[in-house]
Nanobody, 121 residues
Framework: QVQLVESGGGLVQPGGSLRLSCAAS????????MGWYRQAPGKERELVAT???????NYADSVKGRFTISRDNAKNTVYLQMNSLKPEDTAVYYC???????????????WGQGTQVTVSS
């Protein structure tokens, strides 16, 4: 059994900051690429940022320069530091991870349950 548990969402004013965390737990051998996605009401889920095990990163153009993704491999955790938040950043943010399982060393894709981020004055 593997779980991804997100935390850190909430309500923030425009220009403010939030830090999201996503911790993986369970029968994990290792984590491959991890990432954050978001889905606003009435829109499709979109990529926000990804990070490889070697810490190479990729960002959506809309968040470049404002968001920073990082990871702690020892804690099986990925973070998303969000600065200069805008109302259009309002969405449910989902964590994603490619996980190599202890059982048979198979790789499987997992998603967290989502955390709401609301940017409003």
């Amino acid at each position: 059994q593997v779980q991804l548990v997100e935390s850190g969402g909430g309500l923030v004013q425009p220009g403010g900051s939030l830090r999201l965390s996503c911790a993986a737990s369970g029968s994990i051998f290792s984590l491959n690429a991890m990432g954050w996605y978001r889905q606003a009401p009435g829109k499709e889920r979109e990529l926000v940022a990804t990070i490889t095990r070697g810490r190479s990163t990729n960002y959506a153009d809309s968040v470049k320069g404002r968001f920073t993704i990082s990871r702690d491999n020892a804690k099986n955790t990925v973070y998303l530091q969000m600065n200069s938040l805008k109302p259009e950043d309002t969405a449910v943010y989902y964590c994603n991870a490619g996980i190599v399982l202890l059982s048979g060393l198979r790789t499987k894709d997992y998603w967290g349950q989502g955390t709401q981020v609301t940017v409003s004055s």
